[in-house]
């Protein structure tokens, strides 16, 4: 069963939507992406299928990119880029840095 979570404003599915936007225009992106949010939330990306799939459940990931709720909800909302949050420390990415790399194109 789902949880129903709320980061800085944003309900649990309008994340996952903003998230899902962005993803469907990656088309080189082939492998799996977990951010975990909080430390406790969880947004799943399966790009291995298309168009990707995401869920709140917490599955193994090629990727786990570890962020802040306001991190990210600067993020979506054009504040802040994922680069720079990256080079503040703001991110923690394990992993596939091939497949980080495509995410922060368009986060």
């Not at 459940?57 to 979506?76: F, Q, V, Y």
Request: with cysteine.
């Amino acid at each position: 069963m789902e949880f129903v979570w709320y980061l800085w404003g944003m309900t649990q599915q309008e994340v996952l939507q903003a998230i899902q936007s962005r993803i469907d225009q990656v088309k080189d992106l082939r492998g799996t992406v977990k951010f975990v949010v909080d430390g406790d939330k969880v947004v799943h990306v399966d790009a291995t299928q298309q168009p990707p799939v995401l869920s709140s459940e917490d599955k193994p990931a090629d990727c786990t990119i570890r962020i802040a709720g306001s991190t990210l909800a600067d993020i979506l909302s054009g504040k802040s880029s994922a680069m720079t949050a990256f080079m503040f420390g703001k991110i923690k990415v394990e992993g596939n840095m091939g497949i980080a790399m495509a995410i922060s194109r368009i986060l």
